[in-house]
């Protein structure tokens, strides 16, 4: 087979395993994201201050 064949091969397949990683730590991002949206939601007092929090205090 044609070496330059057989090096576009593994050049796609590294870029693969590449793109299949970041589409693996985007997916852990989005899920800590959530998390601490989630941790915010919980924080926030009904009238959208936060609790407990001496940045937000006037």
């Not at 044609?2 to 590449?18: F, G, L």
């Not at 800590?32 to 949206?37: C, R």
């Amino acid at each position: 087979m044609d070496p330059d064949i057989d090096i576009m091969k593994r050049q796609i397949a590294e870029e693969v395993k590449e793109k299949y990683k970041l589409y693996k730590r985007i997916d852990e991002l989005n899920k800590e994201i959530t998390k601490l949206k989630d941790r915010l939601f919980k924080l926030e007092k009904p009238h959208g201050t936060l609790s407990n929090n001496p940045w937000m205090e006037h």
